[in-house]
């Protein structure tokens, strides 16, 4: 493989600073180091749960779904299927049916019909004669649609949290903390939040604490798999969902969770990102929505035990088939050099479109530079676009949209479809767009590091409190610590050579520490062997295993001792 250079940006104090917060908080030295770096954000985080009534329009949306109930009409739920459009899906089916309403719900197939409100799914629904269409997790760029709907005299209350452009689409309500003219205090909310503060409101917050217990853990689902940034209100509830997955009724991610192994007891954003979400996310994924979704709405244990196998088995599936797609893209990119060009863009028509997303995030993250993959199909070829930081993806597919038919998304990630004819076009146009907008420091990965630290302030107590800043995630990264000079006393490999396994010691110490690399295990059987001298960047965390407590390193980055790739820059209150 073509070796990626990574260039490490450590936070540096003094040790007085240290000292001084660890008496003033009776804490250690790690969390002394780590709340140093972070103040500011964290700083930020101390305004729990804000009236729902402030959000505009929330008034609106609240009468004319109050009137629905009443009046007996039929409410669809119109979700997204991905696990934030999922959970917001869930929390509004639960809360409305607990209320009496007459309600049913609706998830676009991803691979038929694509993202969004369409006119195909409105035919369908004005059909079963409802009244009334609230859309979670979507419908904030649906005009055409929403008039659509309406000229059958189909209500729509938009309920979503994407952005925004000035206009808004004319309808009942329109629920989202970034309308311009929405003076809600925060702005990033998931759209399982924005369900989350819609019931809250229905329940004129009456009975919060009951919403909370049964309600929460289905927002820090959603909210953790949107990559949404931990702080302020995302902070709380996301706390306060960890909190409460033993006590939601909600069967079926108790049963995920039981049949994946975790502990109710102890989710966390980590076991919630790697574990929960890629389950619920994989049937969407797979065009089998509303397998996650009638999984998240069985009624009794039972009937979820019933249906989590299916779930867990289409993960399974999806990671095949990302395993597949991600060999033979890495295989391309090295026998047509592709990594040399700014921007990599790469089609196929033995891909499936609704994992070439997750496959570009990982050739993203590989090779540190903008990464479109794109499905050929007879009918049309979808193409998902993911970014690097440092380079805005979303205006550089807006400059080659003569090539393109359609296209949306963001700065980081963004999706279009294109005619087959056009793809060569593409991938020229857009790379001399690149070529002066890209410079080689911009294809530099970066990490950041809270800290350099020594060997011996690594201890089981040390560690265990960092958990006290939890939840992490977007803007509150998990702490990445440097540890410098440490040999190599053994590498094993794992999961077929997948994974590397070092044990890692200080001369002239008896102690040693484990070191665990993911998915790079033939990268590490070459560039390394026992006896070297390195320098690890990574996160500690406490591995349990037959009830005993070891600590060890998750590597995000591991270098010989003496390579010259290593860039040390002071940094305070830089939140990651």
């Given at each position: 493989?073509?070796?990626?250079?990574?260039?490490?940006?450590?936070?540096?104090?003094?040790?007085?600073?240290?000292?001084?917060?660890?008496?003033?908080?009776?804490?250690?030295?790690l969390?002394?180091?780590?709340?140093?770096?972070?103040?500011?954000?964290?700083?930020?985080?101390?305004?729990?749960?804000?009236?729902?009534f402030?959000?505009?329009?929330?008034?609106?949306?609240?009468?004319?779904?109050r009137?629905a109930?009443?009046?007996?009409?039929s409410?669809?739920?119109?979700?997204?299927?991905?696990?934030?459009?999922?959970?917001?899906?869930?929390?509004?089916?639960?809360?409305?049916k607990?209320?009496g309403?007459?309600?049913?719900?609706y998830?676009?197939n991803r691979?038929e019909?694509?993202?969004?409100?369409?006119?195909?799914?409105?035919?369908k629904?004005?059909?079963?004669?409802?009244?009334?269409?609230?859309?979670?997790?979507?419908?904030?760029?649906?005009?055409?649609?929403i008039?659509y709907?309406?000229?059958?005299?189909?209500?729509?209350?938009?309920?979503?949290?994407?952005?925004?452009?000035?206009?808004?689409?004319?309808?009942?309500a329109v629920?989202?903390?970034?309308?311009k003219?929405?003076?809600?205090p925060?702005?990033?909310l998931?759209?399982?939040?924005?369900?989350?503060?819609?019931?809250e409101?229905?329940?004129?917050?009456?009975?919060?604490?009951?919403?909370?217990?049964?309600?929460?853990?289905?927002?820090?689902?959603?909210t953790?798999?949107?990559?949404?940034?931990?702080?302020?209100?995302?902070?709380?509830?996301?706390?306060?969902?960890?909190?409460?997955?033993?006590?939601?009724?909600?069967y079926?991610?108790?049963?995920?969770?039981?049949?994946?192994?975790?502990?109710?007891?102890k989710?966390?954003?980590?076991?919630?990102?790697?574990?929960?979400?890629?389950?619920i996310?994989?049937?969407?994924r797979?065009g089998?929505?509303?397998?996650?979704?009638?999984?998240?709405?069985?009624?009794?244990?039972?009937?979820?035990?019933s249906?989590v196998d299916?779930?867990?088995?289409?993960n399974?599936?999806?990671?095949?088939?990302?395993?597949?797609?991600?060999?033979?893209?890495?295989?391309?990119?090295e026998?047509?050099?592709?990594?040399?060009?700014?921007?990599?863009?790469?089609?196929?028509?033995?891909w499936?479109?609704?994992v070439?997303?997750?496959?570009?995030?990982?050739?993203?993250?590989r090779?540190?530079?903008?990464?479109?993959?794109?499905?050929?199909?007879?009918?049309e070829?979808?193409?998902?676009?993911?970014?690097i930081?440092?380079?805005?993806?979303?205006e550089?597919?807006?400059?080659?949209?003569?090539?393109?038919?359609t296209f949306?998304?963001?700065?980081?990630a963004?999706?279009i479809?294109?005619?087959?004819?056009?793809?060569?076009?593409?991938?020229?146009?857009?790379n001399?767009?690149?070529?002066?907008?890209?410079?080689?420091?911009d294809?530099?990965?970066?990490?950041?590091?809270d800290?350099?630290?020594?060997?011996?302030?690594?201890?089981?107590f040390?560690?265990t409190?960092?958990?006290k800043?939890?939840?992490y995630?977007s803007?509150?990264?998990?702490p990445?610590?440097?540890?410098?000079?440490?040999?190599?006393?053994?590498i094993?490999?794992?999961?077929n050579?997948?994974?590397?396994?070092?044990l890692?010691?200080?001369?002239?110490?008896?102690?040693?520490?484990?070191?665990?690399?993911?998915?790079?295990?033939?990268?590490?059987s070459?560039?390394?062997k026992p006896?070297?001298i390195?320098?690890?960047?990574?996160?500690?965390?406490i591995?349990?295993?037959?009830?005993m407590?070891?600590?060890q390193?998750?590597?995000?980055d591991?270098q010989?001792?003496?390579?010259?790739n290593?860039?040390?820059?002071?940094?305070?209150?830089?939140?990651?």
């Amino acid at each position: 493989m073509s070796e990626v250079t990574k260039k490490w940006i450590i936070c540096s104090f003094d040790e007085k600073t240290i000292d001084e917060i660890s008496k003033k908080y009776g804490i250690k030295k790690l969390l002394a180091l780590v709340l140093i770096s972070r103040q500011e954000l964290l700083s930020s985080n101390k305004n729990g749960l804000h009236d729902p009534f402030i959000m505009r329009d929330m008034d609106k949306a609240v009468n004319r779904v109050r009137q629905a109930i009443n009046n007996r009409e039929s409410i669809v739920i119109y979700g997204d299927y991905d696990a934030d459009g999922i959970m917001a899906t869930t929390i509004m089916y639960k809360y409305l049916k607990l209320q009496g309403a007459i309600v049913s719900c609706y998830i676009p197939n991803r691979c038929e019909e694509g993202y969004g409100l369409n006119f195909s799914a409105i035919d369908k629904i004005r059909q079963s004669n409802a009244n009334l269409i609230i859309t979670v997790d979507t419908g904030i760029v649906a005009f055409e649609q929403i008039k659509y709907a309406q000229s059958f005299g189909i209500d729509v209350v938009v309920t979503d949290h994407h952005e925004c452009a000035e206009q808004v689409p004319d309808c009942v309500a329109v629920v989202n903390p970034k309308r311009k003219d929405c003076p809600y205090p925060f702005k990033d909310l998931a759209g399982s939040g924005v369900a989350f503060k819609f019931i809250e409101a229905l329940s004129n917050r009456y009975n919060l604490q009951e919403l909370i217990r049964e309600f929460t853990p289905m927002v820090a689902v959603g909210t953790v798999a949107d990559v949404m940034p931990l702080v302020d209100e995302n902070r709380t509830l996301v706390k306060l969902g960890n909190l409460n997955f033993k006590n939601t009724s909600v069967y079926g991610l108790r049963v995920l969770i039981e049949y994946t192994g975790l502990n109710e007891n102890k989710i966390d954003s980590n076991s919630i990102g790697h574990v929960i979400a890629p389950r619920i996310n994989a049937c969407g994924r797979l065009g089998n929505q509303y397998d996650s979704l009638n999984l998240m709405l069985s009624e009794s244990y039972l009937e979820a035990v019933s249906m989590v196998d299916m779930v867990i088995a289409q993960n399974e599936l999806r990671r095949e088939i990302e395993k597949k797609i991600s060999e033979e893209v890495i295989c391309n990119i090295e026998i047509n050099n592709y990594h040399l060009n700014k921007i990599i863009v790469i089609a196929s028509d033995k891909w499936h479109q609704g994992v070439v997303g997750i496959v570009a995030s990982k050739i993203c993250e590989r090779y540190y530079r903008p990464c479109v993959l794109i499905s050929i199909s007879d009918k049309e070829c979808k193409g998902s676009a993911r970014s690097i930081n440092e380079f805005n993806i979303f205006e550089a597919i807006y400059s080659c949209r003569r090539c393109l038919k359609t296209f949306g998304g963001h700065s980081l990630a963004a999706g279009i479809t294109i005619s087959q004819d056009n793809i060569v076009e593409f991938r020229n146009t857009i790379n001399e767009y690149a070529e002066s907008r890209i410079s080689e420091d911009d294809l530099v990965s970066k990490i950041y590091i809270d800290a350099e630290i020594d060997f011996d302030d690594v201890n089981i107590f040390s560690v265990t409190e960092l958990k006290k800043l939890e939840p992490y995630g977007s803007k509150n990264k998990y702490p990445i610590f440097a540890i410098m000079n440490l040999r190599i006393l053994s590498i094993t490999f794992m999961n077929n050579g997948d994974h590397a396994k070092f044990l890692l010691s200080r001369d002239n110490s008896n102690n040693s520490i484990v070191a665990l690399a993911f998915q790079t295990g033939n990268e590490m059987s070459v560039r390394f062997k026992p006896g070297d001298i390195v320098d690890v960047a990574g996160s500690l965390e406490i591995n349990n295993f037959r009830n005993m407590n070891n600590l060890q390193i998750i590597i995000k980055d591991i270098q010989l001792h003496n390579d010259s790739n290593l860039v040390y820059r002071e940094w305070i209150n830089t939140p990651h």
